[in-house]
């Protein structure tokens, strides 16, 4: 039986719950190898570079991070509801001869510079983000209309360093009996609302998606595209190896996340995919030629 994802108002305790969720034991405990055990990891996740369509950069990466417990929801659109919304420089790509528009709650741990240890209350917090897809120069990217984080210091990094569109957010995210319970609420100063409150699993066994396919289309995608304040569109490098995917199933109590962007969603079902865990580094975004 599905469980109930009623509202409930957001409070200091959202905090503390998105915390409690992801802080492990030791997480300080340098002396124990901790923090040499995450080097490692980042390195390991370079190793395998195969499965993707182009080689990662040959310069040395910025930041590393967890993604976790992370649902992908997708909705088929006609491609003439985004295309003004993306920099004409970026293609807005397509399948099956329509364009996709995501939403992806998840949380994320160990985000970090390179060389400096991750913070609990700095380095971990749920995220949820508005996307669709795009191809620059041969290479397949996301392009995010909107991404709301549970921690104000990566939102304003993320504005000044990444030029994305970061919003703040009160956000709670648990597992509970192999249910992930998510809630999100925009609080950011002077923002359009968004507003996300459901839960989701994943119903199959874990797969890697199969090239050509609507699953691959949309997940195997290995840089970021954004925009700064005068209009030039950089796109950021990352790397991990391929998503292991799951079916899943969802119940959504509230969906307000693409109102921001002039846009309501079709009365159809979205496709959704769960993938557990995904380590990834990435690059500083760098300018693109026009």
Known sequence: MRPSCAYREPSASFAASAV???????????????????????????????HRRYPPPSGS????????????MHWPVPEGWLR??????????????????????????????????????????????LRTYVTQGGKPGVWFFSLDAHNPVAVRLARATFHL???????????????????SVRTHRDAPDAR????????????????????????ERYCLYSADASGNVRRGDVHHMMWPLQSAEAEIE??????????ELLDTEPVLHFSRRLDVVAWAPKKVDA
């Open 84 to 129: 003004s919304l993306v920099p004409a420089a970026l293609n807005l790509d397509t399948f099956d001869g329509s364009a996709w528009l995501g939403v992806v709650p998840f949380r994320m741990s160990g985000v970090r510079p390179r060389f400096v240890p991750g913070i609990p209350l700095l380095s971990n917090f749920p995220e949820i983000n």
């Open 254 to 263: 509230v969906l307000e996340m693409t109102a921001q962007i002039g846009v």
């Open 165 to 183: 569109p970061y919003f703040d957010a009160k956000m709670s995210c648990r597992d509970e009996n192999g249910w992930i319970y998510y809630e």
């Open 20 to 50: 409690k969720t992801q802080a492990k034991p030791g997480w300080l405990s340098f002396a124990t190898g901790g923090y040499y055990w995450r080097m490692v990891r980042s390195r390991d996740v370079l190793q395998k570079t195969e």
């Open 196 to 219: 996300f409150i459901g839960c989701y699993r994943p119903t199959g066994e874990t797969f890697d998606s199969r090239p050509g396919s609507l699953e691959n289309f949309l997940t």
């Open 61 to 72: 990466w910025a930041m590393s991070m967890h993604w976790h417990d992370l649902l992908f």
